[in-house]
């Protein structure tokens, strides 16, 4: 059974920093897709950066130069560095997986979804 799990989200002020995490068990990282979506309130889920085997990674226009999506595939875990970060950027962030990878961040190319997790900006 494939599990998502994230952690690291909170509350910021603007300008400041968070780094979530987003640990993945029940399958292993050869042929992989990983995204970070988020969700703010009364909006639809976007993709916000997404990394593959095969096609590597990929920004919102948005959140390039702000955000860097990175993996530890020893771990199964995806990490996203968040800077820079603006109350615009509050949301419930959700990682998902899939077992192919495949070009660009859409959230119908993603079989498996994490929980969620909350991070507020602060102006």
């Known amino acids: 059974e494939v599990q998502v799990a994230e952690s690291g989200g909170g509350l910021v002020q603007a300008g400041g920093s968070l780094r979530l995490s987003c640990v993945v068990s029940?399958?292993?990282?050869?042929?992989?897709?990983i995204g970070w979506f988020r969700q703010a309130p009364g909006m639809e889920r976007e993709g916000v950066s997404c990394i593959t085997s095969r096609h590597g990674t990929t920004y919102a226009d948005v959140v390039k130069g702000r955000f860097t999506i990175s993996s530890d595939n020893a771990k199964n875990t995806v990490f996203l560095q968040m800077h820079n970060l603006t109350p615009e950027d509050t949301a419930i962030y959700y990682c998902?997986?899939?077992?192919?990878?495949?070009?660009?961040?859409?959230?119908?190319?993603?079989?498996?979804w994490g929980r969620g997790t909350q991070v507020t900006v602060s102006s």
């Open positions: 029940g399958f292993t990282f050869d042929d992989y897709a």
């Open positions: 998902a997986a899939d077992p192919r990878s495949h070009y660009g961040c859409y959230a119908g190319s993603y079989t498996y």
